[in-house]
């Protein structure tokens, strides 16, 4: 059974700060990963791909791979209370694009 | 921007009757998927198209279930008869590229409930 694992939360961040969000997976075939924001009642939102370990950052949004530790990170720099929401981690094998979702992270930014 | 689109946004239906959910996606995507969210829980997959045909499908997706692409724009999702556990918001994803570098479009979703 292929797992996606989150801590659920909430994260409660200053406005302002950074917020960091961690996520594990278990299959080692894994090959790309995926954040997805999801505010509360809507569908899930692409903010963040990456396919090879180390960073990529984009604007405010930095994600992390480690593929050795099986780990892939989000970090969201001076958090805003429109960051508010559920994130998502999504993990895609080497067969196809089928996404293995985590349970999900929820952000709660306090202005 | 090119969205995928969704129909019904809620549909509330008795416990054994037939349930289409119908989607759009995105014109130049080749690869569709059908998603469902129960309250307060993971996405999970259900199935993937690809080229008219099922190309992979989850335990969830058993005979209840069915997909189709009637013309060149719509793919649906029918649940024959539903039961009390098919409540939940049913989200259809779509992706220019296959393998594993697409990245997946959701539709804002349909929810249904079962009574």
């Known amino acids: 059974q292929k797992e996606v694992e989150q801590n659920s939360g909430p994260l409660s961040v200053p406005e302002g700060a950074i917020a960091s969000l961690n996520c594990t997976y278990s299959?080692?075939?894994?090959?790309?990963f995926f954040w997805y924001r999801q505010y509360s009642g809507k569908s899930p939102e692409l903010i963040m791909s990456?396919?090879?370990?180390g960073d990529k950052e984009d604007g405010r949004f930095t994600v992390q791979l480690n593929k050795a530790s099986q780990y892939v990170s989000l970090l969201i720099r001076d958090s805003q209370p429109s960051d508010s929401a559920t994130y998502l981690c999504?993990?895609?094998?080497?067969?196809?694009?089928?996404?293995?979702f985590g349970g999900g992270t929820r952000v709660l930014v306090k202005p | 921007e090119p969205e995928v689109t969704q129909t019904p946004s809620h549909q509330v239906t008795q416990m054994g009757q037939e349930v289409i959910l119908r989607c759009v996606p995105i014109?130049?995507?080749?690869?569709f998927y059908w998603y469902r969210q129960i309250l307060g829980q993971k996405v999970e997959f259900l199935v993937s198209?690809?080229?008219?045909?099922?190309?992979?499908k989850s335990e969830i997706f058993d005979d209840q279930f069915s997909v189709e692409r009637p013309d060149g724009s719509n793919f649906t999702l029918k649940i024959r008869s539903t039961k009390l556990e098919d409540s939940a918001m049913y989200f259809c994803?779509?992706?220019?590229?296959?393998?594993?570098?697409?990245?997946?479009?959701f539709g804002e979703g349909s929810r249904l409930t079962v009574l």
């Open positions: 198209f690809y080229n008219n045909e099922i190309s992979e």
């Open positions: 990456i396919y090879s370990n």
């Open positions: 014109s130049n995507h080749l690869y």
């Open positions: 299959d080692r075939g894994s090959q790309s």
């Open positions: 994803a779509s992706t220019l590229r296959g393998g594993n570098t697409g990245e997946l479009f």
């Open positions: 999504a993990v895609s094998g080497a067969a196809g694009n089928k996404l293995t």
